[in-house]
């Protein structure tokens, strides 16, 4: 079992950056791959960030693939997700997900979720 607690939204002007923190409990954090989704109102929930266990390996939506940076701390039990360049179409209620087994872009496929941060770009 594992809880999910996102933190670090808010609202930011366009061009600014910010960093999202997923804070974990549970003992084999390190086991899971994380990731980040985003869901904008009226829009379904889209993929924006994974990372494998080991933080070897990472993948982005194309999206943001350039302005951002997902990365995590084993020992902290915290995975984070930096964005730059933010842009007014970056506005969503972004969530974190955790999942056993291999990396995969569809929401359908993770496990555990947190309870989601706001961000909110203005132009």
């Known amino acids: 079992q594992v809880q999910l607690v996102e933190s670090g939204g808010g609202l930011v002007q366009a061009g600014g950056s910010l960093r999202l923190s997923c804070a974990a409990s549970?003992?084999?954090?390190?086991?899971?791959?994380m990731a980040w989704f985003r869901q904008a109102p009226g829009k379904e929930r889209e993929f924006v960030a994974a990372?494998?266990?080991?933080?070897?390996?990472?993948y982005y939506a194309d999206s943001v693939k350039g302005r951002s940076t997902i990365s995590r701390d084993n020992a902290k039990k915290t995975v984070y997700l930096q964005i730059h360049s933010l842009k007014p179409e970056d506005t969503a209620v972004y969530y974190c997900?955790?999942?056993?087994?291999?990396?995969?872009?569809?929401?359908?496929?993770?496990?555990?979720w947190g309870q989601g941060t706001q961000v909110t770009v203005s132009s």
């Open positions: 997900a955790a999942k056993t087994g291999p990396y995969y872009s569809d929401y359908n496929r993770y496990t555990y």
């Open positions: 549970g003992r084999t954090f390190s086991s899971y791959v």
């Open positions: 990372i494998s266990w080991s933080g070897s390996s990472t």
